[in-house]
């Protein structure tokens, strides 16, 4: 069994996430500024230490310095002396990979369109049946003639050949309208311009490399999301497919004794904001069932009411920073807040929350039968690595010398159907052009031959008509010049000057 994780403690009493309920999820909630960064970073290193690789998206940055070994100094000495803990703590920095999208903070990370899917794309759209119809329809041809759907331009172009042969394509396949391929190219110029053209490619990243581990520690996966979040279309895509194929690729595993990987999503409060009706159900579901597969998904935000309740309810261990109450809307999240406790009759949930210092928590973990334990209050055991942003350097450095540095770096762009559509309308234009020439030159031939036709029905023989066509054929300037020699010489005159030239 693997070592319960320390989370927070009090003089009297020590609190504990079991690494075999981690799978059971969680949430850490608390107003900007109260800790929860820090309090997520604490337990993410210790999943590293004890051999669970981890994914986290770092929204403010404030992450990178788990990959460096704290010190007992400043505000972390004086918080472990308090808690009794300075002589047995472990400062340690962690194996820990970079990560992002735009391949400016990390590593690239990439998804091919296929991989997408059409039902994903259609969710993440916000599709009506119709135009889902005709995006699993375009999927379909391109399946049925070999064409690979790689990128955004993959799919750009098939969309424009289903649009172009519409007719053709509705006898076979079914109804194709022009609007419901101009909605769903209109969904795509969105999500290229927040930066889907770089996320939806090759290579692909292996989902293996989220999951491996270095001198018997969990790697840390640290999403670089702070640009990231700013697309949110792009951000809910990339958070949908990940979940999505893990669910899909992993085999039932059941209760471990420890998960095969645990997930942080901090900000996760932007993430539901403004969200299509599908993308919260998808999450819903996804998180419901993954926790089979021995995935652990944590969410950190601001609020339990920042979670939809369905989701809310799949999250077993809690951690509660300060939340501040001075608006009827903010009073109403404290409630909410201490509503999602098992209650503790010796203390009032309520008033606690507005109470919280920096460090100081609500925390209810799962017992090992999975009961939620009595909310109670006490103060976040500070982690062992760095706290705050590493420098550019000490980035640089960690990209070049991670597990899978090189592997991702090159953007590939092989023969999918963009360029095999596109030579295809290449090779149709010059069969085209071929066709003209072909036409025009028969016309000519025809031309011809109508013209011999019309000569011999004057009565022409053919010998005749033969001079005549060479005699035009000579030019007009040569052929006047022989008619007005003839001419001359019967019309010339008489005098015996001009009849000596004849001889």
Known sequence: MAEPILVAKREDKEFHLLPHMANRHGVITGATG?????????IAEDFSRIGVPVFVADIKGDLTGISKAGELSGK????LT??????????????????????????????TISEMGPLLLSRILQLND?????????????????L????????????????????EITREYGTVTAASVGAIQRGLLQLEQQGADQFMGEPAVRLEDFMQTLGGKGVINILAADKLIHSPKLYSTFLLWLLSELFEILPEAGDLDKPKLVFFFDEAHLLFTDAPRALVDKIEQVVRLIRSKGVGVYFVTQSPADIPDKVLAQLGNRVQHALRAYTPKEQAAVRVAATSFRENPELDTVKTISELGVGEVLISCLDPKGVPGVVDRAYVVPPGSRIGPITFEERKQLIDTSLVAGQYDEMIDR??????????????????????????????????????RTTARRGDSPVDAFIKSASRSAGTAIGGRIIRGVLGGIFGGSTSKKKSSWF
Do not use: C
């Open 130 to 146: 119709t135009q889902e119809g005709v995006l699993n329809l375009t999927f379909k041809i391109a399946d049925d003639n070999g």
């Open 415 to 452: 023969e999918s159907a963009f360029e095999m559509l596109e030579q295809r309308a290449i090779e149709k234009m010059e069969e085209e052009a071929a066709a003209k020439e072909e036409a025009a030159a028969a016309k000519e031939a025809a031309k011809a031959e109508r013209a011999a």
């Open 34 to 42: 109260t800790g929860k960064t820090v309090t997520l970073q604490k």
């Open 76 to 79: 972390i000495g004086e918080r």
């Open 82 to 111: 308090m808690l009794g803990l300075a002589e047995a703590a472990r400062f340690e920095d962690n194996p820990v990979t970079l990560w992002d999208v735009f391949g400016e903070m990390g590593h690239p990370l990439r998804a």
């Open 148 to 167: 690979l759907l790689l990128d955004l331009k993959d799919l750009q172009s098939m969309l424009k050949y289903v649009a172009e042969n519409a007719r």
